[in-house]
Protein backbone atom coordinates (compact mmCIF):
# COMPACT_ATOMS: atom_id res chain seq x y z
CA UNK A 1 0.00 0.00 0.00
CA UNK A 2 2.51 2.49 0.74
CA UNK A 3 4.27 1.83 -2.32
CA UNK A 4 0.75 2.06 -4.16
CA UNK A 5 0.59 5.70 -2.44
CA UNK A 6 4.21 6.50 -3.53
CA UNK A 7 3.78 6.00 -7.11
CA UNK A 8 0.54 7.86 -7.09
CA UNK A 9 2.45 10.96 -5.58
CA UNK A 10 5.33 10.42 -7.55
CA UNK A 11 3.94 9.93 -11.09
CA UNK A 12 2.18 13.38 -11.92
CA UNK A 13 5.59 15.41 -10.23
CA UNK A 14 7.07 13.14 -12.88
CA UNK A 15 5.04 14.45 -15.56
CA UNK A 16 5.40 17.99 -14.33
CA UNK A 17 9.15 17.28 -14.71
CA UNK A 18 8.96 15.95 -18.27
CA UNK A 19 6.93 18.94 -19.27
CA UNK A 20 9.16 21.71 -17.51
CA UNK A 21 12.22 19.92 -19.36
CA UNK A 22 10.33 20.16 -23.04
CA UNK A 23 9.44 23.64 -22.29
CA UNK A 24 12.96 24.60 -22.24
CA UNK A 25 14.28 22.77 -24.56
CA UNK A 26 12.24 24.57 -27.01
CA UNK A 27 12.97 27.81 -25.17
CA UNK A 28 16.69 27.36 -25.84
CA UNK A 29 16.00 26.23 -29.13
CA UNK A 30 14.55 29.97 -29.81
CA UNK A 31 10.97 28.82 -29.78
CA UNK A 32 9.27 31.49 -28.29
CA UNK A 33 11.92 34.38 -29.60
CA UNK A 34 10.61 36.95 -31.07
CA UNK A 35 7.23 34.79 -31.28
CA UNK A 36 4.39 36.94 -33.11
CA UNK A 37 6.44 40.56 -33.76
CA UNK A 38 4.32 43.79 -33.78
CA UNK A 39 6.10 47.04 -34.27
CA UNK A 40 9.51 47.62 -35.33
CA UNK A 41 11.81 47.77 -32.28
CA UNK A 42 13.98 44.74 -33.41
CA UNK A 43 14.23 45.93 -36.67
CA UNK A 44 15.04 50.11 -36.79
CA UNK A 45 16.72 49.32 -40.60
CA UNK A 46 13.57 48.30 -41.14
CA UNK A 47 12.13 51.46 -41.35
CA UNK A 48 14.46 52.95 -43.92
CA UNK A 49 13.61 50.03 -46.11
CA UNK A 50 9.95 50.41 -45.47
CA UNK A 51 10.66 53.98 -47.16
CA UNK A 52 12.44 52.66 -50.29
CA UNK A 53 9.50 50.45 -50.65
CA UNK A 54 7.16 52.84 -50.52
CA UNK A 55 8.26 55.15 -53.34
CA UNK A 56 8.76 51.96 -55.12
CA UNK A 57 5.48 50.61 -55.22
CA UNK A 58 4.17 54.20 -55.90
CA UNK A 59 6.37 54.45 -59.00
CA UNK A 60 4.65 51.00 -60.04
CA UNK A 61 1.25 51.75 -59.29
CA UNK A 62 1.36 49.00 -56.17
CA UNK A 63 -0.83 48.90 -53.01
CA UNK A 64 0.87 51.93 -51.16
CA UNK A 65 -0.94 50.41 -47.62
CA UNK A 66 1.38 47.40 -47.01
CA UNK A 67 4.04 45.26 -48.23
CA UNK A 68 6.06 42.11 -47.26
CA UNK A 69 9.15 41.83 -46.27
CA UNK A 70 11.13 38.55 -45.92
CA UNK A 71 14.94 37.94 -44.18
CA UNK A 72 16.17 35.33 -45.11
CA UNK A 73 18.97 36.20 -42.62
CA UNK A 74 17.05 35.54 -39.47
CA UNK A 75 16.96 31.31 -38.96
CA UNK A 76 13.58 29.82 -40.22
CA UNK A 77 12.39 28.53 -37.45
CA UNK A 78 11.76 32.11 -36.09
CA UNK A 79 9.74 34.54 -37.52
CA UNK A 80 11.14 36.12 -40.89
CA UNK A 81 8.44 37.24 -43.01
CA UNK A 82 6.83 40.34 -41.92
CA UNK A 83 3.76 42.52 -43.16
CA UNK A 84 4.19 46.00 -42.51
CA UNK A 85 1.86 48.81 -42.21
CA UNK A 86 2.77 51.76 -44.14
CA UNK A 87 0.37 54.23 -42.61
CA UNK A 88 1.25 52.42 -39.14
CA UNK A 89 4.83 52.98 -39.89
CA UNK A 90 5.38 49.25 -37.75
CA UNK A 91 5.33 45.23 -38.54
CA UNK A 92 1.89 44.59 -37.75
CA UNK A 93 2.38 40.69 -38.73
CA UNK A 94 4.96 38.16 -38.74
CA UNK A 95 5.19 34.33 -40.02
CA UNK A 96 7.02 31.91 -41.07
CA UNK A 97 9.06 31.21 -44.62
CA UNK A 98 11.60 27.93 -45.46
CA UNK A 99 14.22 28.35 -48.39
CA UNK A 100 14.68 26.39 -51.48
CA UNK A 101 16.80 23.06 -51.27
CA UNK A 102 18.71 24.06 -54.59
CA UNK A 103 23.14 24.56 -54.89
CA UNK A 104 24.07 23.54 -51.76
CA UNK A 105 21.71 25.14 -49.68
CA UNK A 106 21.40 23.69 -46.14
CA UNK A 107 18.83 24.23 -43.07
CA UNK A 108 21.02 26.97 -41.69
CA UNK A 109 22.21 28.75 -44.88
CA UNK A 110 20.18 29.45 -48.12
CA UNK A 111 22.27 29.59 -51.33
CA UNK A 112 20.29 31.98 -53.94
CA UNK A 113 19.65 32.06 -57.45
CA UNK A 114 17.67 32.87 -60.90
CA UNK A 115 17.89 30.29 -62.61
CA UNK A 116 15.00 27.44 -63.87
CA UNK A 117 15.41 24.06 -61.99
CA UNK A 118 17.69 25.66 -59.41
CA UNK A 119 15.35 25.05 -56.56
CA UNK A 120 16.96 27.90 -54.83
CA UNK A 121 15.15 30.92 -53.33
CA UNK A 122 16.00 34.11 -55.05
CA UNK A 123 16.30 37.75 -53.40
CA UNK A 124 14.80 40.87 -54.85
CA UNK A 125 11.50 42.64 -55.00
CA UNK A 126 8.25 40.75 -56.25
CA UNK A 127 4.86 41.99 -57.16
CA UNK A 128 2.81 39.57 -55.19
CA UNK A 129 0.80 38.48 -58.34
CA UNK A 130 -3.69 37.02 -57.78
CA UNK A 131 -3.08 34.41 -59.97
CA UNK A 132 -3.21 30.71 -58.40
CA UNK A 133 -1.33 27.80 -59.17
CA UNK A 134 -2.32 25.07 -61.18
CA UNK A 135 -2.44 22.39 -57.93
CA UNK A 136 -1.77 24.97 -55.12
CA UNK A 137 -5.04 26.91 -55.32
CA UNK A 138 -4.06 29.04 -52.20
CA UNK A 139 -1.19 29.62 -53.15
CA UNK A 140 0.02 33.35 -55.20
CA UNK A 141 1.86 33.51 -57.81
CA UNK A 142 5.48 35.36 -58.04
CA UNK A 143 6.83 38.18 -60.64
CA UNK A 144 10.60 39.01 -60.10
CA UNK A 145 10.96 43.14 -60.52
CA UNK A 146 14.53 42.62 -60.16
CA UNK A 147 17.59 41.03 -62.22
CA UNK A 148 18.21 38.65 -59.08
CA UNK A 149 14.64 37.37 -59.65
CA UNK A 150 13.22 38.38 -62.81
CA UNK A 151 13.01 34.58 -63.70
CA UNK A 152 10.17 33.94 -61.05
CA UNK A 153 7.04 33.82 -63.06
CA UNK A 154 8.48 31.58 -65.84
CA UNK A 155 9.86 29.13 -63.06
CA UNK A 156 6.34 29.23 -61.48
CA UNK A 157 8.04 30.80 -58.10
CA UNK A 158 5.05 31.66 -55.52
CA UNK A 159 3.98 32.40 -51.99
CA UNK A 160 2.41 29.33 -50.80
CA UNK A 161 1.64 27.23 -47.37
CA UNK A 162 3.25 23.93 -46.63
CA UNK A 163 2.01 22.05 -43.71
CA UNK A 164 5.89 20.70 -43.64
CA UNK A 165 6.20 24.27 -42.24
CA UNK A 166 3.77 24.40 -39.36
CA UNK A 167 4.79 20.70 -38.26
CA UNK A 168 8.53 21.95 -38.01
CA UNK A 169 8.67 25.96 -37.06
CA UNK A 170 9.35 25.34 -33.24
CA UNK A 171 12.88 23.87 -34.76
CA UNK A 172 15.59 26.70 -34.82
CA UNK A 173 15.45 25.52 -38.24
CA UNK A 174 13.00 24.19 -40.78
CA UNK A 175 14.59 21.27 -42.52
CA UNK A 176 14.75 21.74 -46.04
CA UNK A 177 11.79 19.62 -48.10
CA UNK A 178 12.40 19.63 -52.09
CA UNK A 179 8.59 18.14 -51.82
CA UNK A 180 7.14 21.29 -49.82
CA UNK A 181 9.93 24.26 -50.95
CA UNK A 182 11.69 24.36 -54.92
CA UNK A 183 12.48 27.96 -54.17
CA UNK A 184 8.97 29.65 -53.54
CA UNK A 185 8.42 31.30 -50.61
CA UNK A 186 6.82 28.31 -48.36
CA UNK A 187 4.92 29.76 -45.37
CA UNK A 188 2.60 28.57 -42.46
CA UNK A 189 -0.94 27.83 -43.48
CA UNK A 190 -1.92 30.40 -40.77
CA UNK A 191 0.33 32.71 -42.69
CA UNK A 192 -1.41 32.29 -45.98
CA UNK A 193 -4.71 32.60 -44.84
CA UNK A 194 -3.77 35.97 -42.86
CA UNK A 195 -1.93 36.72 -46.52
CA UNK A 196 -4.82 35.94 -48.76
CA UNK A 197 -7.27 37.84 -46.56
CA UNK A 198 -5.13 40.95 -46.66
CA UNK A 199 -4.87 40.37 -50.19
CA UNK A 200 -8.65 40.20 -51.04
CA UNK A 201 -9.14 43.30 -48.62
CA UNK A 202 -6.94 45.41 -50.55
CA UNK A 203 -6.73 47.02 -53.83
CA UNK A 204 -3.33 46.70 -55.76
CA UNK A 205 -0.75 44.08 -55.84
CA UNK A 206 1.57 43.69 -52.72
CA UNK A 207 5.27 44.19 -52.94
CA UNK A 208 7.23 41.66 -51.04
CA UNK A 209 11.05 42.16 -50.76
CA UNK A 210 13.36 39.74 -50.12
CA UNK A 211 16.79 40.47 -49.45
CA UNK A 212 19.64 38.31 -46.86
CA UNK A 213 20.82 40.19 -44.30
CA UNK A 214 23.50 38.07 -42.05
Known sequence: MAVRKIKRVLAPLAALFAAALFFFYLFSQGCFSPGKIAGNTRYPDMALRAEQALKYAERRGMNNQYCLFLDYGIPSGKPRLFVWSFEEGRIVYSGYAMHGPGKGSTDEVPVFSNVYGSLCSSVGRYEVTRNRGTRNKTGL??????????????????????????????????????????????????????????????????????????
Request: a positive charge; glycine letters at 6%; charged letters at 25%.
Open 141 to 214: RLKGLDLSNNNAYFRGIMIHSSRWVDRNKWRKYIPLNEKCCQGCVTVSTRDMAYINRLVGQEEGNLLLWAFYDA
